[in-house]
């Protein structure tokens, strides 16, 4: 009758089981996080595809700002010819007409222009933001002189500035007068290159910003120079560029073509989010396993705690039940005595009621705290042996190694209970034939009982499982032999009982150490 062995086929059903069930939840939760993952990287590729379409925006721009330029300064050429014919025409001219170069220089009313003659004197300006009165503002207590003085200073401030930007025009008026035109960008461009900018800076905004898409990295396809992220930690320490880039390599990076002769790289990485789902399931299931341990050690305990009960309940009723026919027995010996009977006869009946008292006396421990005391250890293996040794076969040879005097804390009846119970069953496993060997020995903290047969030992797989309440490799066995005396020595003894060695065919040796 092996009982736990059925236990363990149970067990090991319901791990394989488990374990299938958490293979399946893992493959499902890995699909669920790669599909996540594809659409992120769906959702990066369309975002690229959204800042190109960006950068074409303002390359189309910048190419129309070109084309709007040139216009500007043809039509700043013709203005400047107008306005240099008209002034050279004079009324007593035959031909005098100013009419046409005066509608022409008319037109001009957008392109900022200011006149500055060869001596450096301000000649004249046309659409400007500011005049005079702007200064006055600024300067209220200065004289008309002063304000003039500040305009034209500033006048020419400013036609110095424009100079670095469009090339100015200079033209001689009269034989040896010359005055030089210069000019900036007309308001109509000028608010056409502020809605470029600000296309630009979506750009770079969109990249930094882009903190609800992927950590992205843009990086300079030629030069490996960081351009622009959305990863604080980069931002505060460029060196960890390459780090961060390393850590993305498992993604293709996406090149973004801006279109002026270089390509550059963006790297993209696992959202927040996506890391957190792709930890979710070991966390859930290390908490659902953490439930799982407490939910067992306290099932455990519980189990315990009634299988203790049971212990109890049965050793004590054991011993009640043995304390009548004890009773009676030992009546009917002494009359046995008085009737004037050979007295070998009264007096083996004697020892085996003193057998009887001793096991009432074991089961009754059983069920209660067991009283410890020390004494020597080698004379309870000796009495134990003692008695056994009539009681088995004669072909059995009885060796018993513990001659010494080691005192040692234990309850003679009880470690003399587990020291039968071993020998016994090392007995019945040499068939009635062969060698038992007991022997006492010390350790710095320890005392060890050493029980060798040479019976046909115990398979490997049983080693773990022989002290388990019924383990019986006895066909009508119940497994409890082995399994009350790890209780014994565990529980009440503190120490510890386990092989020491076993081969099939050879013989088995069990210790059994108790705590000096």
Partial sequence: ????????????????????????????????????????????????????????LVQLTNK???????????????????TTEAAKKSPLDEDFSNNFPLTIAKRNTDIPVIAVDDDGYISGSRNLD??????RGLYPNATRKEIIQNYDDSLLVLAGIWKKKNASFTVEVFDGFFISYYYTDSK?????????????????????????????LLVDGTTKKLIRTNIPEVNKKESRTKEFIQSMSSNEPLLIDFQNGTKSKLYYGASPELKQLQYFPYIQFIVIGLFAFIGYVIFSTFRKAEQNQVWAGMAKETAHQLGTPLSSLMAWVQLLESKEIDPMVTKEMQKDIDRLEKVTDRFSK????????????CLTVRNVMSYLKPRISNKINVIVNSNGNIQVKHNASLIEWVVENIAKNAVDTMAAEGQLEVHVSEAINWVHIDIKDTGKGIPQHQLSTIF?????????????????????????????????????????????????
């Fill in 130 to 135: 500011f005049d005079t009165s702007s200064l």
């Fill in 188 to 216: 109509g461009i000028t608010e056409l290159e502020y809605k470029r900018d600000s296309l630009i800076e979506a750009f770079n905004t969109d990249l930094i910003n882009n903190e609800s898409l992927v950590p992205v």
């Fill in 64 to 82: 129309t700002f070109s084309e709007l330029r040139e216009q500007e300064r043809d039509k700043m050429s013709l203005w400047v010819e107008a």
């Fill in 1 to 56: 009758m092996n009982l736990y062995s059925n236990k363990q086929k149970w067990k090991i059903a319901l791990l394989v089981f488990a374990l299938l069930l958490v293979g399946v939840s893992l493959f499902v939760s890995n699909r669920i996080v790669s599909k996540v993952a594809e659409r992120e990287k769906e959702r990066a590729q369309h975002w690229v595809g959204a800042i190109q379409k960006k950068i074409e």
């Fill in 468 to 516: 388990e309440p019924g383990f019986s490799s006895k066909k009508r066995g119940w497994g409890l032999g082995l399994s009350l005396v790890k209780r014994i020595v565990k529980e009440y003894h503190k120490g510890n009982v386990f092989v020491l060695e076993s081969q099939l065919d050879i013989g088995t040796t069990f210790r059994i150490s108790l705590p000096r």
């Fill in 366 to 377: 059983i069920g209660s705290n067991a009283q410890l005391s020390d004494n020597d250890i």
